[in-house]
């Protein structure tokens, strides 16, 4: 009997043939599951924020209210042993229906209370680059702080200002009238890698302008985009 143009003796040689061509498709098996880690590396997933904080703070006593953004970033990694994922910015970023935008990035890890009426603001450390290990979840609370914006690369024609991010609380509060929603998108710089980025929407109704009126903050659920139907 010849097989693949080998001569087999049908009493012995099947049986070794047989292991040798199951040894070989194992082989196989391995170095394309191996290549297929290898190419894709650390497998990152960002989730949505359930709520998203608005809170007024002045930067100097006595000064006007500015705008901080606060909200959850969860992470998990579904790489293979060893593709840890660097997360190496957190970017928070804000886009109302009639076209006003504004973008926050990290500032401290924190714990947020309420405390009847009052948000409580533990600061556990500073914002700095972390590893997602593979295999591994990570998560914490962020809180956000206005950035200057770089207007270097903007066309002369447009009206770009370095001070666009920061935004006073009156005119958070115009906005939040003018609109009856708001897109969040929450962003995470990978270090070597593509930015994960994930989005959910805020509804604004009575109950949400009036909360920020009074107290100076709220943290209002964000739905996910699939579940907008306005």
Partial sequence: ???????????????????????????????????????????????????????????????????RLGARAAYVNSGASGYNAMIANEYIHLAFPDRQVLSQKWQAFKTFDIEGE???????????????????????????????????????????????NYWKWDRFLAAMDQNDSVTVTLEAEVYGGEPETVTCIVTIDANVRDRLRENLWHSPSCRPVEDNHD
């Fill in 1 to 67: 009997m010849r097989l693949f143009g080998i001569t087999i003796n049908t009493n012995t040689d099947v049986i070794a043939l047989s292991a040798f061509l199951l040894g070989a498709l194992s082989t196989v098996s391995q170095v394309s599951l191996w290549l297929v880690v290898f190419v894709k590396g650390a497998d990152l997933t960002l989730f949505q924020p359930e709520q998203v904080l608005f809170r007024a703070e002045r930067f100097e006593p006595g000064k006007a209210h500015y705008l």
């Fill in 118 to 164: 009052s948000l409580a603001v533990t600061e556990r450390q500073a914002a700095n680059p972390f590893p997602v290990i593979a295999g591994n979840a990570a998560a914490h609370d962020t809180y956000f702080v206005p950035f200057r914006k770089n207007c270097e690369d903007a066309s002369r024609d447009s009206d770009c200002s370095q001070w666009d």
